[in-house]
């Protein structure tokens, strides 16, 4: 029957919160349901955290920051990282399989998310005992030092579109510099994280430096965000959200890294290689059925080639098909109803505004009638100023609008309130470096486009986007602040 999805993961799962190294229900017992968006059925029960349960997490974090995992030398925690990315790397089936049930991703794109994580741990894992700290000459008579050390307890807030990925960028960094740490993952995809926690224990990381309670943004989220024995905090979500979590920070003095979306533009000169841009074009928008932070949502197309351009993707987004994810469809359902019903709101919101679709794909007849499916939508020509080329849909939607010339496309590239990625296409080399550096974006790519990967590359944005790195090198330096030591010697 179609409605009836046969994963390899059971319909009763119930977890419960990892605190200290126990599973612990939440302190007033309450629960969570969770649904499956591939066909919205009742899928596993999550515990509904409290600020009891972030309060103990936190000390939990605290006792071992201040203990066996604080006692640890960097390379004893980097090999604790590459055993838990081992862990992790022989499980790619099983993780994965469990992330698209419960988040709905493509199979495909479920496992890679799995192999990302394991490399983040073995990126952060191989880098613990190398971040260096620095001496200064100063006076003949002083030896000064600064050293490198982490903030304490850390508590990272993580999304639902890339759980894992953006746990392992987030919390694989800070444990390498020798944070202990609590995590809140969202409410509809806790489960991977759950699982990776489990793992950790297994491998051998003391209790409490990794702390996971799960629960509502606004109960266990909320309470982690103000908890006065934080002393850093990383979150990626909504602008709105990260308002609330950056001023419950500020109340208690601490600092948060904010990774808050986008609305990333592709800029495409009447001298790009098309054959080579277009797939990427199309997969950027639609990689995680646009539910990601660096979706290429707008394209910008020089008015030469725009008509081209347009009949080009109207072709691809025809033929794409939203899916069940274990059917490997060109994308799955979105996450919830509620992401549902706000990316059907713009493109309602389109209509209203005299906007008609150029070219939409489908959903497949096997789809299960109770899962959250969108077909993917593209609109061409666009207003640079209509709401569907300013406000992030998260969804997959599409807009083009055209540009004259170069300076119109870094005018319009830059005309959001966002700036977290860019792609420009073009064979002409000096253009590509002068356009790519006047992207005001964490991230340019020239003739590609990464969407989110690449785990040694530093990521994050300007303006709306948020602010702090994360990913790389500098994602490990973001987990530690530093102490100079002046030692008098004569
Ligand atoms: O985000 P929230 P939502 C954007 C995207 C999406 C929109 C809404 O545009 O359509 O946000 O998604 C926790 N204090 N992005 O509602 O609320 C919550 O439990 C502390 C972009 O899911 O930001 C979850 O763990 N925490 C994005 C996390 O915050 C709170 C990824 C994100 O939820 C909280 C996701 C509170 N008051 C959504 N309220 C990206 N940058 O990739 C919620 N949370």
Known sequence: ????????????????????????????????????????????????????????????????????????????????????????????????????????????????????????????????????????????????????????????????????????????????????TVVKPAEDASLTILRVAALAREVGFPDGALNIVTGLGRTAGAALAGHPGIDFLSFTGSPETGTAVQTAAARNHVGVTLELGGKSAQVVFDDADLERALPVLVNAIIQNGGQTCSAGSRLLIQRGIFKDVVDAVSERFRALKAGRPDAEPDLGPMINQAQQRRVQGYLDRASQEGLTVTASGGIAADAPKGGYYVAPTFFAPVAHESLLSQEEVFGPVLVATPFEDEAEAIRLANGTPYGLAAGVWTRDAMRSTRVGRAMRVGQVFVNCYGAGGGIELPFGGFGRSGHGREKGFEGLVEFTTTRTIVIAHG
């Open 1 to 180: 029957m179609n409605d009836q999805v046969s994963l390899n993961v059971s319909p009763d799962m119930v977890h419960q919160n990892l605190i200290g190294g126990r599973n612990v229900p939440a302190s007033d017992g309450a629960m969570l349901d969770v649904l499956s968006p591939v066909d919205g059925s009742l899928f596993a029960r999550i515990a509904s955290g409290t600020a009891a349960d972030v309060d103990a997490a936190v000390k939990a974090a605290r006792a071992a920051f201040e203990g066996a995992w604080g006692k640890l030398t960097a390379t004893e925690r980097g090999r604790l990282l590459m055993k838990l990315a081992a862990a992790v790397e022989a499980r790619v089936d099983e993780l994965g399989e469990l992330e698209s049930r419960d988040n709905g991703k493509p199979l495909r794109q479920a496992k890679a998310d799995v192999v990302a994580l394991a490399r983040y741990l073995e990126f952060y894992g191989s880098a613990a005992d190398k971040l260096h700290g620095e001496v200064i000459p100063y006076l003949n008579t002083h030896f000064i030092g600064v050293e490198r050390v982490p903030h304490g307890v850390t508590g990272h807030i993580v999304p639902w579109n890339y759980p894992m990925q953006i746990f392992g960028r987030s919390v694989g960094a800070a444990l390498a510099a020798g944070n202990a």
